[in-house]
């Protein structure tokens, strides 16, 4: 990949001014969108490819994991957890390793319903990384951004060490806002300076010399013994 990306140019300058208009609107309505057939199957098959590998293993999803890079990686470093890496795009689960570790699972679905899946199902997180996700800085399309979407409440409960970075500090910035309001849990954005990239994206944008910025937040339920 080429290291000559743009960092997102938005005409905004500060959080969206109806970023908590509509968070009233998610809180106060329960999003009840139908699960398209090939979420629900993809969210079955895999909590039974888990219960066959590692039953009861704390787990950590990487969602928008992209080529999995990173989901390897933490699959790697906690080899007592199970991990699910989520896209919605077949061709970036295709570019991820041949040989994966045995406690990883590489999904192709939509998170708008997988997250709702898990939260049904009673699912909950021990950690959850959703790193650079498509930051939609033009002002109309707040509510394609994550933590805008009808999807980001049933998200907040599936709990765990909450994890996420973006290149765009307003997207970070508007994310802290909508986990302070819907959880009253405290929330900050930090600039974030990795030593080496451990994603995709990240190294694009680190050699294309953008500032990166997280928040991470430990939401109710988090597992103490696998969130430090
Ligand atoms: C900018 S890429 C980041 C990928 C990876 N996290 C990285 O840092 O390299 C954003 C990813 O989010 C995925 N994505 C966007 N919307 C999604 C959705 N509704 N469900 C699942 N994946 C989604 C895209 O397919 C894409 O791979």
New binding site residues.
């Given amino acids: 990949m080429l290291a000559n990306s743009r960092a997102p140019s938005s005409a905004q300058t500060g959080l969206h001014e109806d970023l908590a208009r509509l968070l009233e609107r998610r809180a106060s309505r329960p999003f009840l969108k139908p699960f398209a057939e090939y979420n629900r199957r993809a969210f079955f098959e895999s909590m039974e490819r888990r219960t066959r590998a590692a039953p009861g293993n704390p787990l950590i999803l990487d969602s ?4 999995g ?2 989901a390897v990686a933490i699959a790697e470093t906690f080899p007592e957890c199970y991990v699910i890496g ?4 077949a061709a ?1 689960i295709g570019k991820s390793p041949r040989h994966l570790p045995p406690n990883l699972d590489l999904v192709r ?4 319903d997988y997250w709702r899946l898990m939260r049904d199902a009673g699912v909950r997180l021990a950690r959850h990384y959703l ?4 930051p939609w800085p033009k002002i109309g399309q707040l509510s394609r951004r994550w933590h805008a979407h009808p999807a980001f409440p049933p998200m907040l409960e599936l709990g765990g060490r909450l994890e996420c970075r973006s290149n765009w500090r307003i997207y970070i910035e508007e994310f802290c806002f909508s986990v302070r309001y819907l959880t009253g849990l405290d929330a900050r954005c930090e600039a974030w300076r990795p030593i080496a990239a451990q ?4 190294k694009k944008y680190l050699e294309s010399g953008h500032e990166l910025f997280r928040t991470v937040v430990h939401l109710v339920g988090t597992d103490p013994e696998n969130s430090g």
Avoid: H
Wanted: net charge negative; aromatic share 8%.
């Fill in positions: 928008c994991c992209g080529t890079a990173l989520i896209d919605q795009s970036r679905a939509d998170l708008v790193l650079y996700p498509n994603t995709t994206f990240e």
